[in-house]
T-cell receptor, first 111, second 115 residues
């Protein structure tokens, strides 16, 4: 079973600041995903990372993957209030179709 | 709206009753997943279908849970003899795999409360 841990669990940051959310996973994973969930809503896919060194960017969010360290990061640049949400990472093991999610990072951006 | 719909959106039931939820995936997606999410936690995998075949099921899933996907289209998740611990949000997601990439599209969920 793939275990996925995120930190921090809660993050309060001021608008305009930068911060990074970390996602560690326990065994080899062939794909790493990032999702966003707004309160009371379902999950929205943000990024899929397929290989070591993969980097993807969308607006103020940038995700990267280091398969050797079993670590993915989600970097937030110059945060704005609209980024307030819970962010989840999820991995899938080789030869499997189960998605294992972390517990999420609840991000609050303060004006 | 992702194109994945779930019904009902809310369900309140008494302990011991059976409940059934429905998921309508995006029509061209051959993969369908069910998850359970409780407050403050990430989604927990329940089961996975490829077309009409149920290919994976969580080892943690009680025998009271059963899922079907007749004809590879919509899916139903039934919980028999509900318990208070079954109270959660039940999420459905659909996807199709293109090369190495798979993007899951989640439905709005069915929130279950067992009294």
């Amino acid at each position: 079973e793939l275990k996925v841990e995120q930190n921090p669990l809660f993050l309060s940051m001021q608008e305009g600041k930068n911060y990074t959310i970390y996602c560690n996973y326990s065994t080899t994973s062939d794909r790493l995903y990032w999702y966003r969930q707004d309160p009371g809503k379902s999950l929205e896919s943000l990024f899929v990372l397929l290989s070591n060194g993969a980097v993807k960017q969308e607006g103020r969010l940038m995700a990267s993957l280091d398969t050797k360290a079993r670590l993915s990061t989600l970097h937030i640049t110059a945060a704005v209030h609209d980024l307030s949400a819970t962010y989840f990472c999820a991995g899938t093991p080789f030869f499997g179709n189960q998605f294992y999610f972390g517990t999420g990072t609840s991000l609050t951006v303060i004006p | 709206d992702t194109g994945v719909s779930q019904n009902p959106r809310h369900k309140i039931t008494k302990r011991g009753q059976n409940v059934t939820f429905r998921c309508d995936p995006i029509s061209e997606h051959n993969r369908l997943y069910w998850y359970r999410q409780t407050l403050g936690q990430g989604p927990e995998f329940l089961t996975y279908f490829q077309n009409e075949a149920q290919l994976e099921k969580s080892r943690l899933l009680s025998d009271r849970f059963s899922a079907e996907r007749p004809k590879g289209s919509f899916s139903t998740l039934e919980i028999q003899r509900t318990e208070q611990g079954d109270s959660a949000m039940y999420l459905c997601a659909s996807s199709t795999r293109r090369e190495l990439t798979e993007t899951q599209y989640f439905g709005p969920g069915t929130r279950l409360l067992v009294l």
